[in-house]
């Protein structure tokens, strides 16, 4: 047993943890293919399901959007500890190791994804949750340990700058008060 919140919770069983993969592990795969790329992505999403198997309480089972939030945090977790360990692999090697030649890239139809990678890492993270995944601003707000305002502002200023440089029109003009975001 672990205390949670003062209180005992048992592990999740392994058939909670089948249930829960099954009803999950489709959108977790895409989030990390999207955010860590392909080659990592599966090895992101195990180590989320293993964490869930060894941490998460199962009262979390009993509300879906509670588990869900739970493990997309996890996963963003883990792909944002594993991309900051390897900028500092490549800012060591960039200073005392010899360039490698650059990869062929194969221009498929990555136009969504380079406009999205003009956005600071929060409001990328925000928009591919919002609109990928079709996640509530109090989901989002929950995965992001952030209050639903910020998750709104994020939101608001990601669309600014997309469409900026987009260029598809000028940034929209809210009015004031308008609740344009849930």
């Given at each position: 047993l672990?205390?949670?919140d ?10 909670e943890l089948?249930?829960l ?11 990390a293919?999207?955010r860590?790329?392909v ?21 979390l ?7 869900r ?25 960039a200073r005392?190791?010899e ?18 990678m ?5 409001q ?22 952030v ?10 200023r ?9 260029d ?11 609740a344009?975001?849930?």
């Open positions: 672990r205390p949670i003062g209180r005992c919770s048992m592990p999740l069983s392994e058939a089948r249930l993969f099954d009803e999950h592990v489709v959108e977790l795969r895409s989030f293919r999207r860590a790329g080659d990592t992505a599966d090895a992101h999403v195990a180590e989320t399901f293993a964490r869930a198997f060894q941490k998460m309480p199962s009262e089972l009993l509300d879906e959007r509670v588990r939030a739970w493990l997309f945090k996890v996963l963003r977790n883990l792909i944002t500890s594993a991309a900051r360990h390897q900028a500092v692999v490549q800012r060591f090697a005392f190791m360039p490698e030649p650059a990869g062929s890239t194969d221009g498929h139809g990555l136009d969504l994804a380079r406009l999205l003009v956005l600071p890492e929060r990328r993270t925000v928009v591919e949750l919002r609109f990928v995944y079709d996640l509530d601003v109090r989901t989002v707000a929950s995965i992001l340990s209050g639903e305002e910020a998750v709104r502002a994020l939101t608001h990601a669309l600014v700058k997309l469409r900026e440089v987009a598809t029109r000028p940034p929209a003009i809210t009015q004031p008060g308008r344009d975001e849930q």
